[in-house]
């Protein structure tokens, strides 16, 4: 799918009003909610625009909002990881493109995080491969940008607090837009 940077702001502005994974927030909220847990934590101007365009490909796919329910992996960080390459560096791109598998990392690296997942969570774990053996774990964490996606993945799965406040779209959008490579 080809999109323009004016049309991945069109699909948060006007698409991304779908509920997030079963929780009780839309995608767009659950976006603008990563973003702002990545700008508290320091993190730099691009690694907090993947925090907001992290789920860009559950919103340009079209298996239906229901599709791990079904047993199927949307593989929504290909994707996304994907289209963000055209606009945005690595530092943006490959987070997005390793956040899934940080989760299969943490369930390794941390013997607490596998229970902290929501039931939605686990069952897309289960679709997405699993939980790194030692070996898959300890080889992925040297990878580049490895830890960015880690921390992504802990805003990731913070970010589904129905009464945050954050800011808003367009301020969020302005930030996302000066790291865009073109």
């Avoid at 991304?16 to 603008?32: F, K, M, N, P, V």
């Avoid at 239906?64 to 929504?76: I, V």
């Avoid at 990878?143 to 301020?171: C, E």
């Amino acid at each position: 799918m080809l999109l323009d940077c004016d049309a991945l702001h069109d699909i948060y502005a006007t698409g991304a009003d779908a509920l997030y994974g079963g929780e009780a927030i839309t995608q767009l909220e659950h976006a603008l909610q990563c973003a702002e847990l990545a700008r508290q934590d320091g993190a730099s101007p691009s690694l907090t625009a993947a925090a907001f365009l992290h789920d860009l490909g559950h919103l340009i796919h079209e298996l239906g909002e229901d599709c791990a329910e079904r047993g199927q992996d949307d593989r929504h960080e290909r994707s996304g990881a994907l289209v963000l390459a055209r606009w945005f560096g690595p530092d943006v791109s490959e987070p997005v493109r390793l956040h899934v598998e940080a989760k299969r990392w943490l369930c390794r690296a941390d013997p607490t995080y596998h229970a902290s997942l929501s039931p939605a969570s686990q069952r897309s774990l289960e679709l997405q491969g699993g939980i790194f053996s030692p070996a898959e774990a300890d080889a992925w964490i040297a990878r580049p940008h490895a830890r960015a996606a880690v921390a992504l993945r802990r805003w990731d799965d913070l970010a589904k607090d129905p009464d945050a406040v954050v800011p808003g779209l367009d301020q969020v959008w302005a930030a996302v837009a000066r790291v865009a490579t073109v």
